[in-house]
Each structure stands twice: as structure tokens, then as C-alpha cells.
């Protein structure tokens, strides 16, 4: 019988020395704010604090663990660094931009650090109602993933500015892709997925209400009070509101390009209507053919057709040549940010 000549080793009790447990690893947005909320400035020195601290106060009552980023965009009223005053006291990020590139591109500015699950954009004149963020956010977490204001009433608006509005919406929806809500106010509250799907849109002449439409999402309207201005005066007049008026048609509409094929076309077909029956005149009834009148009025008459044509061409062409330019949309001067921090739900 055949034995294992070697000899075995003496079996060793091995205890194992435990270690200590390293920590859980965070997710990458489990320190960040539940809520961001955009505040876009121009020139609001004295309404800015105000501003910030009504929606402080709100978001802290309803228990949400929030940021505030302000855009100073390009002031020169002080507007920043009254902001800035009050990061030591509420979770405030200022965004200063190099100067002033509008709206449209300060909250575009303010969305790509926007670090909140909800972010919110409400202007700094405090006519909109913090108030209402109550509403929004409790739409949100019902699962709309945009709340956004309507004006309920224009009472406080020129007949002017009714009619153009007016007239602006029933156009630009007639003939646009999407519809746009008319009446719609920035003041709003975006999901991360919309805010995401808006930041992966590469344009830089950029139509808020054009693109929050185009985006889609399960979206609430509500109707929102507007109230006066505390101080100052709008910085959107006449000029401007013409300006993104006509933004916004270019941008989703290609109506103006077609209306010039119909308008071509019905010129075309009353001339030869008019070239006709002065032949028959001639002909039949051997009268003389109008002189010089007719030729004036005609060459004028075409004449401004054409140069009103070219000008709805170069609207377009411009937009493409501010496109394929590549110029960011904003520039971001300086970036402040306190030690506070909001309350966590």
C-alpha cells in the first residue's frame, strides 16, 4: 500500500485582520442643489437684493435645498456687486458677464451652470410673484417637467403693445413648426432633462420661447399676476420688443422666404394681365399706350417690392452668417460664489 512519503505542512489558523470600510462613493449630483433658480439682471441696482432675498426666503420655507445664480449682464449700475453683497448670507453665484449680450443669453449663461434637478428663471424686476414657485415646484414633483407662466391679464399694457403682441403670436404660430404659447413669460420652471435638451442645442441667436417650445416635454401653463415694477422701467421698448419679434419669426418660420414666391407669382400674373388688354386696346381700338405715369408708377411699385424682398433675404442671411461665425453666445468676465448654503429638504 502506497503512502504520501512527504511530510505535511503544520495546518496554521489564519485569522483575518478586518478592514476598515471605505466610504460610499457619492453620486455625482448628491451634494448639489435640488432647485436652481437663474435670476438674469440688467441694470436693476436696488431691485436686485430684494430679488434675491424674496426667493431665498421662499425656497427655505418650502424646505428646498436650492442655489441662486444672478447674471449680471454687463450693468453698469452696480447691479453685480449688490449681488455679490449677499452671498455670505444666502447661496448665491454671481455670473458677470464681459458685457451686456441680452436676455436670451444671459439665461442661457445662467442654464449651463445651473446645477439643480429643477432649475427656475424669474427676472429681477420682481414683477412676477415668488409665490408662485410654490406652485411650480409642486407641479414638478406631480411630474411636469416644464411650469411655466402665462400673463393672465395685459391690463397693464398700451393698446400698442396688445396689438403687437397680438398680431407677433397669431403670425408666428400660423406658420411655425411649433406652437409657441402666446403671451408666455420667461418665468419658469425646466426639469434637468429640458434644461439638458436646450444646453444640447448648438445656436447662438437664440429665441427662448421658440426654443422652450420646440424642446417639448410634458409642459403646465399657469397663470401668473404680473405686478408693477418696485423701481426702474422695463429696458425692453419698442425697439427691442420689434428686434426679438423678428428674431423669433426667422428663427421658426420660413414664411417670410415663401410669402415672396406668391408675391412674385400674383405681380407676375398682373402684368401680364395689364400687357394684354393694353394690346387689345391697340389693336382693336387703335387707342394710344399710356406714357410716362404708367412707367413711373410701375418701376417705383417694382422697385420697392424688390428691396423689401432683398431685406427679408438679408434678415436670413444674416442669422447664417451669425451662425457659421462659431462665436460662443456669452462670455462669462467673472464668476463669484460665497460660503452659504441653502437649506437641505
Known amino acids: 500500500m502506497l503512502t504520501d512519503s512527504c511530510p505535511r505542512p503544520h495546518a496554521r489558523n489564519i485569522v483575518p485582520i478586518p478592514l476598515p470600510e471605505p466610504p460610499p462613493l457619492a453620486s455625482p449630483r448628491e451634494c448639489d ?32 435645498h436650492f442655489e441662486i445664480i444672478v447674471v449680471d449682464d454687463g450693468s453698469t449700475d452696480g447691479c453685480g456687486a449688490e449681488a455679490a453683497s449677499m452671498i455670505d448670507e444666502f447661496p448665491v453665484r454671481v455670473l458677470r458677464l464681459s458685457r451686456n449680450f441680452g436676455k436670451e443669453n444671459a439665461m442661457t449663461a445662467g442654464l449651463e451652470r445651473a446645477k439643480g434637478q429643477a432649475v427656475i428663471v424669474i427676472d429681477a424686476d420682481m414683477q412676477e410673484p415668488v409665490s408662485y414657485l410654490e406652485v411650480f415646484l409642486r407641479q414638478w414633483d406631480a411630474g411636469y417637467e416644464m411650469v411655466y407662466g402665462v400673463r393672465a391679464d395685459r391690463d397693464d399694457e398700451s393698446a400698442l403693445k396688445r396689438l403687437g403682441s397680438h398680431l407677433f403670436y397669431q403670425l408666428l404660430n400660423r406658420h411655425a413648426a411649433v406652437r409657441i404659447p402666446a403671451h408666455v413669460r420667461d418665468f419658469r420652471l425646466m426639469d434637468r432633462r429640458v434644461v439638458d435638451a436646450l444646453l444640447s442645442l448648438p445656436e447662438r441667436d437664440r429665441f427662448m420661447k421658440g426654443l422652450y417650445s420646440w424642446v417639448g416635454f410634458r409642459s403646465l401653463p399657469v397663470p401668473v399676476k404680473i405686478e408693477p415694477r418696485h423701481l426702474g422701467k422695463s ?111
Request: aromatic share 12%; with cysteine; proline share 3%.
Open 33 to 64: 442643489p435640488e432647485v436652481s433658480c437663474i435670476i438674469p439682471a440688467f441694470n436693476e441696482s436696488g431691485n436686485i437684493t430684494k430679488a434675491i432675498e424674496a426667493v431665498a426666503l421662499e425656497l427655505q420655507r418650502l424646505g428646498r
Open 235 to 345: 429696458k425692453f421698448n419698442y425697439r427691442r420688443l420689434a428686434s426679438l419679434a423678428l428674431s423669433g419669426l426667422t428663427s421658426f418660420s420660413d414664411w417670410p422666404l415663401r410669402m415672396w414666391t406668391g408675391v412674385g407669382l400674383a405681380i407676375s400674373a398682373v402684368a401680364m394681365f395689364y400687357a394684354g388688354w393694353i394690346a387689345l386696346r391697340t389693336l382693336l381700338f387703335g387707342a394710344d399706350v399710356p406714357g410716362w405715369a404708367t412707367l413711373v408708377v410701375a418701376v417705383f411699385f417694382l422697385g420697392g417690392i424688390q428691396i423689401f424682398s432683398i431685406g427679408v433675404l438679408g434678415e436670413y442671411l444674416g442669422k447664417i452668417f451669425v451662425e457659421v461665425k462659431g462665436r460662443p453666445s456669452h462670455i462669462v468676465a467673472e464668476e463669484i460664489q460665497g460660503s452659504a448654503i441653502g437649506v437641505r429638504s
